[in-house]
């Protein structure tokens, strides 16, 4: 089994994230304000650093107002 930090997928819908947040003219620094965390934080989980567990992806979408499940095809 491939560790989800190094996934193609995991790392394509990372960018779908950070693609929603650019076009919503969104800061690091707002969404982390947003989400309560630190912009560090933030910085890691879009750099693959850090990898998100299902709570924190569904409240970055939540953030982002997009749909966690339209993030999720893409691990399909």
């Known amino acids: 089994m491939i560790k989800t930090i ?3 997928k995991y790392a394509r819908m ?8 650019q ?7 707002a969404l982390a304000e947003a989400l309560g965390i630190t912009t560090t934080a933030v910085h890691r989980v ?4 850090r990898r998100l567990d ?3 992806y569904v409240q970055f979408c939540h953030a982002l ?3 966690p ?3 999720i095809r893409m691990l399909k």
């Open 23 to 29: 076009a919503r003219g969104m800061s690091i620094r």
């Open 46 to 49: 879009e750099s693959l650093e």
């Open 65 to 67: 107002d997009v749909d």
């Open 69 to 71: 499940a339209e993030g």
């Open 6 to 8: 190094t996934s193609p």
């Open 14 to 21: 990372i960018g779908w994230l950070i693609a929603n947040r």
């Open 54 to 56: 299902v709570f924190e």
